[in-house]
């Protein structure tokens, strides 16, 4: 069935079933119609070689890329160049459309009014009053934190005895400095004695010696309240000063007049002559300000917004010994008495001199319980008080000398009239004692210097 045992057909030959016809083994085509197909139309064969297998096909075109991907990521890493950055587009500020809000780094944080304050109470812890001052946003965008207030102790300070201080004692800083816009100062009291006239109560500064009542001031429920462009430089409070009597009046103690001063602009005669300014214009430089006003305030008088330490009319003393400097007028003569230099004079060209004396303070007693303990008779004197170089001072009754005390030591700055009834240099000696400051370094040992040079710091 299957053709086993069958008797094989000798090779080229091919068996032929029964009933069919014999099979053609090969067509016999002559020679001269063989016909040759066109190269361009024949299959390429290439020639034999050695046949390379799929694997390792696949595994080196694999590796190839990965390589390829390798180079191409380090490439990109390190040797790429840096993408050039957009150029800055400047905004048309012609265009009506609004500008971009800044970004959360480059905006600025607004600042808006701020409160400064400071709260007294009395030794039983009891609130007796306080001092508010409210910053417009502009000025605390300039100072912001830089303006305070700061609770003075009465005991510290001794006060003018024409006045009584209600509800605390202030102070505000910065000092001297005029704002942009004027603060708000409200001045509260706890309580007011039922004795008490309201119109003996009002708000005030302490300039020099004598409480200064504030311009322009409002009652409030709480007290006071008013404008301020510029912060004084002496404590606040609120005072009760009662009105004196005619009786007490007289018994007010008279000071010496100033001496002659033609053009009536404060300045004496004398001191128009030491300045070289004029006696008959109390503006002599034409700058619209006063004569007066400019040296008061630390400028020359003859030449528009030139200080007096540039403009050369005076010059600074220096005593380190003591530790104190003092600028007095340059033409006059600074001199100490001997080399201990405890004793320094400044001369003028008339009778009249300046004077600092040293006295030896070794218990440190305040100034005006030692001013107090020189003689009974000023027990029961008022004092006017003053603040020189941050340190408590007073003055004696004729206002022509200055006390103060600072490690140990006091400091006595005389104005000396000698025998004449009036004074030359009023504006002179309060450029004279205003210009003190502490803080010059004392040697080891006292200089050994002769006494006609002892006391010129030139």
């Known amino acids: 069935m299957f053709g086993f045992g069958k008797k094989k057909s000798p090779a080229g030959e091919v068996p032929q079933k029964a009933g069919e016809a014999p099979a053609v083994l090969g067509v016999q085509i002559p020679d001269d119609t063989f016909t040759v197909m066109p190269r361009e139309y024949l299959p390429e064969v290439s020639a034999p070689g050695r046949t390379i297998p799929k694997k390792v096909l696949v595994l080196g075109g ?3 890329a990965a390589l390829a991907g390798l180079f191409a990521a380090l490439y ?18 012609s265009q009506s459309a609004p500008a971009a809000a800044p970004s959360e780094i480059d905006r600025v944080p607004e600042v808006s009014e701020t409160v400064a304050s400071g709260q007294a109470f009395d030794l039983n812890n009891l609130l007796v009053g306080s001092l508010t001052i409210t910053i417009p946003a502009t000025v605390a965008q300039q ?84 404008a301020l462009e510029k912060i004084p430089s002496g404590p606040i409070a609120v005072i009760w000063q009662p009105k004196a009597t005619e009786a007490e009046s007289e018994l007010s103690f008279t000071r010496l007049v100033p001496s002659a001063d033609t053009d009536a602009d404060g300045l004496t005669d004398a001191e128009e002559t030491l300045f ?22 630390g400028y020359s008088p003859l030449a528009a917004g030139v200080r007096l330490s540039e403009a050369g009319l005076f010059a600074t003393y220096t005593n380190a010994t003591y530790g104190y400097r003092i600028d007095y007028p340059s033409s006059w003569l600074a001199d100490s008495l001997d080399q201990t230099n405890k004793q320094v004079l400044f001369i003028s060209d ?79 000696f309060e450029h004279f004692y205003a210009s003190f400051a502490f803080g010059v370094n004392a040697p080891a ?12 710091g030139r």
């Open 143 to 226: 100072y912001g934190a830089g303006i305070g207030v700061t609770v003075l102790s009465e005991g510290d300070l001794a006060l003018p005895g024409d006045g009584t201080v209600l509800g605390g004692l202030y102070s505000a800083y910065p000092a001297g400095i005029t704002f942009e816009e004027p603060l708000s100062l409200e001045l509260s009291v706890a309580s007011i004695p039922e004795s008490y006239q309201r119109s003996d109560i009002f708000p005030a500064y302490l300039r020099g010696v004598q409480w200064e009542e504030f311009p322009d001031y409002q009652v409030t429920l709480a007290g006071f309240s008013t």
């Open 445 to 456: 040992a006292a200089p050994d210097i002769p006494a006609e040079q002892a006391g010129d």
């Open 276 to 297: 070289g300014t004029s006696s008959a214009s109390a503006d002599s430089d034409g700058d619209s300000y006063l004569d007066l006003e400019e040296i008061t305030n």
């Open 76 to 93: 990109a890493v390190f040797l790429s160049p840096a993408p050039e950055a957009a150029p800055a587009v400047r905004p048309n500020v």
């Open 350 to 428: 008339s009778e009249e001199f300046f004077e600092i004396l040293i006295v030896e303070n070794p218990l440190n007693t305040p100034i005006a319980d030692w001013f107090r303990g020189q003689s009974p008779s000023l027990a029961n004197v008022e004092l006017e008080v003053f603040v020189l170089d941050g340190h408590p001072s007073v003055w004696s009754p004729d206002g022509l000398t200055l006390y103060t005390a600072s490690d140990g030591i006091i400091y006595i700055i005389t104005y000396n009239s000698g025998t004449r009834d009036d004074i030359s240099w009023p504006n002179v």
């Open 62 to 64: 694999g590796a190839f």
